[in-house]
């Protein structure tokens, strides 16, 4: 017979759970609410300002590095749909 303490010490552990996705930082969450932000749809996902574009680039864009201190951050707002009686002539 083995001794339990032995056995447990030689035999590793199942490695512990890793969560499935990194918690997102408030750079990136502000990041991806922001207006001027490109979607993946249209290239590398990068902030679009004009001001912002040149420096930062387009490919390998750090939110962490711009988007904490963005004083160009607006925020994305989905249009609100218009009812008839707003088309009134």
Do not use: N
């Not at 759970?17 to 590398?44: I, L, N, T």
Request: hydrophobic share 30%; glycine share 4%.
């Amino acid at each position: 017979m083995t001794d339990p303490l032995i056995a447990r010490s030689i035999v590793p552990d199942a490695p512990a759970a890793q969560p499935d996705a990194p918690a997102a930082s408030a750079a990136v969450m502000k990041f991806k609410s922001c207006r001027w932000r490109r979607p993946p749809e249209d290239g590398p996902e990068c902030c679009g300002h004009r001001d912002v574009l040149p420096m930062a680039g387009a490919t390998g864009f750090d939110p962490q590095a711009w988007c904490p201190d963005c004083t160009f951050y607006k925020l994305r707002r989905t249009p609100k749909k218009r009812s008839p009686e707003d088309y009134r002539y």
